[in-house]
């Protein structure tokens, strides 16, 4: 029988994008010389710089750092988890969650972005292990129906934003789980969790 899968959205759901900005600033600044919130503020014109947030890049943003305070920095430092960039900014649950998981299921991912950006953050947050190398989807626009044809029918897929579940939940194809950290808020129709650690009780999610 087929080892059943479940595909996890990446930022938000298993990595905490605000812990993110603030430990990548935080290293950043000491490389840097400056303080936390000049760096912050820096990182915010370079956002806004740009056509829209999702077109971060670690590399062309410490391009820009260099060119703005005259002075060349290791990428490797931000592109490995030496400074626990990566790492720390799991949620608490997200490691032994997976840990646990990958006993009974199959593991992936279903991530919007940068391709080399995104495995970036899975392989030096040290989650990589957890997942299947051939279930790994990553798209600059994860609902182009073009993309959604590569997901396998039947597969749960667990994200935290709701104009993705909904618009999944369209296709009929998928055992669709939100994840809303932040609200009450629930979609008749769609199973509603607030922590990744209610997934360990999900024994009999319909995945293939």
Known sequence: MEEKLILFDWDDTLFSKEKFIKNLSHNLADVYGVCDEEMLET???YIDSLDRSGDFRIDDFVTYLEQKFDKKIDLNDFTSDRFGIYSKSLFPETIPVLN??????KLGVYSQGFDDFQKTKIESSGTEKFFDKNSVYIDRNKLHSDFIKKIPDGVTIIDDKRK????????????IIWINRITNEEINGIKTIRNLNELTDLVKIRAV
């Open 43 to 45: 990182k915010k014109v």
């Open 100 to 105: 646990h998981l990958k006993e009974e299921f």
């Open 164 to 175: 993705v579940v909904e618009e999944l939940k369209t296709h009929g194809r998928f055992n």
